[in-house]
């Protein structure tokens, strides 16, 4: 499965981001899917995931109100919403897949896509 992350940018504090992730290669549809996010020096950390089947999806507690994770299966495409915004939300995201399971764990997921890096100016 190949991922490319795309959408980032220079964002005010206050806005509204949306971010892309487009899958591609075998059974990208039956993988649970992920965004993540790092910035240098820390561990990365899990912003949201969603089933497969797009019936479930799970934030962690940073974005958790703010965030809305989505996916278009036909499109095989995932996409991040993320409004009000803040300076601790500058990042590089990245998009994951995994088998199904529920986990905010990086571990678990296999694939990944190269990044996108979000800045918010306040």
């Known amino acids: 499965v190949q991922l490319q992350a795309s959408g980032g940018g220079l964002v005010q504090a206050g806005d509204s981001l949306r971010l892309s992730c487009a899958a591609s290669g075998r059974t990208g549809n039956s993988y649970d899917m992920a965004w993540f996010r790092q910035v240098p020096g820390k561990v990365r950390e899990f912003v949201a995931g969603?089933?497969?089947?797009?019936?479930?999806?799970y934030y962690g507690d940073s974005v958790s109100g703010r965030a809305t994770i989505s996916r278009d299966n036909a499109r095989g495409t995932v996409y991040l919403q993320m409004k009000m915004v803040k300076s601790e939300d500058t990042a590089v995201y990245y998009c994951?897949?995994?088998?199904?399971?529920?986990?905010?764990?990086?571990?678990?997921?296999?694939?990944w896509g190269q990044g996108t890096l979000v800045t918010v100016s306040s």
């Open positions: 969603i089933r497969w089947s797009g019936d479930g999806a």
């Open positions: 994951a897949a995994g088998w199904p399971g529920y986990s905010l764990e990086a571990g678990h997921y296999e694939y």
